[in-house]
């Protein structure tokens, strides 16, 4: 898949570096790791915001579609806009699920299930090493 922001994955290491990312963000976004569940700095955030790609900051989700599933990951119902993601199946751990990407450059957020509540009935589960918050 293309995307509108490339980079080699030294590119990737030096701007996250540069933008004060924790470590993880590389390993997240970039070779799809996950972070441990509870472990994140945005998963009890509740304040009133937007959640943006730490790789090329294009807002993903708004602190209204975003809900405490339980799960150890920030939760949300929506993103803004669906054409914010891109998604594609993930075969990995011996099941099938939906990951979930920035379509702008292309780093792993997470996954999507079919378990969340109305009115969509999808719960994006983000990693939080992928998100920057910012404040309304």
Known sequence: MTYKIEKTEAEWKAHLKAKGAEPLAFEVTRRAATERPFSGKLETNKAAGI?????CDKPLFDSDAKFDSGC????????????TLATKVDNSLWMKRTEVLCADCGAHLGHVFEDGPAPTGLR?????????????
């Open 72 to 83: 150890g990951w920030p939760s949300y119902t929506e993103p803004i806009d669906e054409a």
């Open 124 to 136: 994006y589960c983000m990693n939080s090493a992928s998100l920057n918050f910012s404040p309304k």
């Open 51 to 55: 959640y943006r790609c730490i790789c």
